[in-house]
């Protein structure tokens, strides 16, 4: 069964730095894979996806993933953090239609 | 992107009473609808899988007689928690997939924060 692992249940840097989520993936076959975003008492929007096309995915936000089969990651990473990038970041594995499983999260903090 | 509508956004309720979710996709035919829970600072449980016209698939420990889910048309999926008690307090999500076109994405509904009294 596909599974995903976020490294780090809260990440925290400083306004202007590099923004480096985690997150590795268990899976027999390619899989598809996605980041999302979550604001306090909202649903989730879809930051970048991977679906077997080029292995670096950029997204909205200026966030931006690659792929890594090797090492079966899909580190989610931003070259500037900005304050409105404060909220809860969640990766996701699915195999074509089949449902989404999510990783624990990771609550990325921004210091001003 | 599409838009998945879900309503309402809160609800409080009495115990034992019951309380219904909708989650609409609102440009698109979603042949497949998932609902999720999520509790306080951790990720999402999928509960059950949602097709048009047939019954749902539920996850492993999901009550299917206390979570009733309905998804009688290609835009309309509904959820509604039976007899709720306090531990039903949650924020509820939706999501859909319009997967008509083949796409891979799945939408989310804006979730539903449900309080039991």
Redesign the interface.
């Known amino acids: 069964a596909q599974s995903v692992t976020q490294l780090g249940s809260h990440v925290s840097v400083s306004e202007g730095a590099l923004v480096l989520l985690r997150c590795n993936y268990s899976s027999s076959v390619p899989p598809?894979l996605?980041w999302?975003v979550q604001y306090p008492?909202?649903?989730?929007?879809?930051l970048l996806?991977y679906?077997s096309a080029a292995t670096l995915v950029k997204g909205i936000n200026g966030f931006e993933a690659e792929f890594k089969k090797s090492e079966t990651s899909f580190h989610l990473t931003k070259p500037s953090a900005h304050m409105s990038d404060a909220a809860e970041y969640?990766c996701a594995v699915?195999f074509?239609?089949q449902?989404?499983?999510?990783?624990?999260?990771t609550?990325l903090t921004i210091n001003p | 992107?599409a838009v998945?509508s879900?309503h309402p956004s809160w609800v409080i309720c009495k115990s034992g009473t019951s309380v219904k979710i909708e989650c609409r996709s609102l440009d698109f035919q979603a042949t497949?609808m998932?609902w999720y829970r999520q509790f306080p600072?951790?990720?999402?449980m999928?509960m059950a899988?949602s097709n048009e016209g047939s019954k749902a698939t539920y996850e492993q420990g999901v009550e299917k007689d206390k979570f009733l889910i309905n998804h009688a048309s290609l835009t309309l999926s509904t959820l509604t928690v039976t007899s709720a008690h306090p531990e039903d307090s949650s924020?509820y999500?939706c999501?859909a997939?319009d997967?008509g076109t083949g796409n891979?994405?799945?939408?989310?509904?804006?979730?539903t924060?449900l309080t039991v009294v």
């Open positions: 598809y996605f999302y008492n909202q649903g989730l929007q879809l996806k679906t969640f699915s074509g239609a449902k989404l499983v999510f990783g624990q999260g609550r | 992107g998945v879900q497949t998932f600072k951790q990720s999402l999928l899988t924020f999500i999501s997939r997967l891979t994405e799945a939408f989310f509904g804006q979730g924060r």
